[in-house]
Each structure stands twice: as C-alpha cells, then as structure tokens.
C-alpha cells in the first residue's frame, strides 16, 4: 500500500498561516498508455485529495490522469486552535489511505 | 537557376503552411475541448484577469513531471474566498488536469503540484471566487519530452 508522508509544522501562533506539503507514492496509470502487446493499460489514479483540520475541510482537490505519478501537493492553512490534520487520499479502486498530523498552536 | 530558387521556396512556404494547418487541425480539438471546460465551470460570466498568477516553467525538459503552482490574491474572509481553481491543459489527451477547493481556512490561496505535460502547449488556471467572479492565467510550457506514454 502507498505511504503517504506530510510535513506540517509542530508548532505555529494563532491565527499563522502554515504551510502543509504532502507526497504519497502511487503510479497514477493515467490510461493513455499501452503495454508491449498494443493493450491499453487501464486507468488506475488517485482521483481525490482532501485535508481536513479539526473535522473541517480546509482543502481538497479533484485529480486526472494528468497529474503526475506520486500526486505532490503544497497549500497552506490557518490554524487558530491546536489539533489534528487529517489527509485522505481516494484511490480509483474506493480505497482510502489517510495520514494525521498533530500541531500545537499557542 | 532564378526559377529553380523560386520552385524550392515555393514549396518550402507550402510544407510549412500545410505544417501549420495540419497542427491546428490536431490542436483545434482538444482547444476546443478546453475552452468547453472553462464555459462549464466559469458557466456565462465574464472571465477577467490579474488576481491570480499561474506559475509554470517556461522550458519542461521531463513533461512527466512539470511543477505547477497557483496563487490567487483574496482575503481568504467568510465574505470573500476563492472556492476553486481549475487548471487545463491544451495539448494533452483530455484537458483536465486537477481542480483545488480552497476554503476560508486556507488562509491563503495557494497550491502546488506536478502535472503531465503531452507536448508544448498552453496550461491554464481557471478561478472562481465566492462572489461568482471569474478569473484566468495562461502559460505557455515547452516540452522536451512528453509525459502521456504511448
């Protein structure tokens, strides 16, 4: 299974606006190619993103087979209270991998 | 010899101008295809532009992997947002490329990723702010390699 990593700071200010990056390791078969037989290869893609702070959504994004393999994300957030980022990534398969970070905000 | 010059650029200027038809016959297709993606999310309202910068390489040497990033100016208020940004690209086989949500809580709308890239072409962003304004930038990136497979 793919292990998503994300980097989020550990600490930050209320009201700071932070910045989140996440990288998770997937081919993202995008369905255009063909294998050595002339067959196209089936589309297999992570096709959702989404963050959620404290159970709200702060971010998310809707994926095509034009990103490319190991989906990269950066984007920001801000954070008024502490908690705990959570990131789901949504295969085209139905599964779900997600990921939790903590921070702690003074 | 006078004539013989005229004959060889003659032909030459029509190589090229077959050149350039036959592209546009091939580019046409999916342009259109990306203008159509724009009408659906942007719908009938007018597209302006300054607020948001699309950031893209001028020259991609691996079109498997070419770092994008979006940044649209707003106060990123409940008031006053920007819910989502779509971007395009013109010469790929489907011009989808990813659509962000942005939320108050962003604080800042800003994203990065990487994206494919079939051949050089024009990569567009598309924002849509909470008022229903609409706004677009354009790149264009050249490609040494292609990143569709195939």
Known sequence: MSKPRVKVPKKAAAGDVITLKTLISHTMESGQRKDKDGAVIPRKIINKFVCEFNGNIVFSCDLDPAIAANPYFEFKAKVNESGTFKFMWTDDDGSVIESEKAIEVA | ?150
Request: negative net charge.
């Open chain 2, 1 to 150: 010899m006078n004539s013989d010059r005229r004959k060889i650029l003659g032909a030459a200027v029509a190589t090229a101008v077959a050149g350039l038809f036959g592209n546009m016959g091939v580019a046409q297709a999916s342009v259109e295809d990306t203008e159509a993606a724009i009408k659906a999310f942007a719908g009938d309202a007018e597209i302006g532009s300054g607020s948001l910068t699309l950031k893209a390489p001028e020259i991609a040497e691996n079109g498997n992997s070419v770092p994008i990033s979006v940044l649209v100016d707003s106060p990123m208020t409940d008031d006053a947002y920007v819910e989502s940004v779509v971007i395009l690209a013109e010469g790929n086989p489907n011009p989808a490329v990813a659509t962000f949500h942005f939320s108050p809580a962003s604080g800042e709308a800003l994203a990065s990723t990487r994206m494919r890239l079939a051949k050089t072409q024009n990569v567009i962003a598309v924002a849509k702010m909470s008022d229903g304004s609409i706004y677009s930038d354009k790149r264009n990136v050249k490609v040494t390699i292609g990143g569709c497979g195939g």
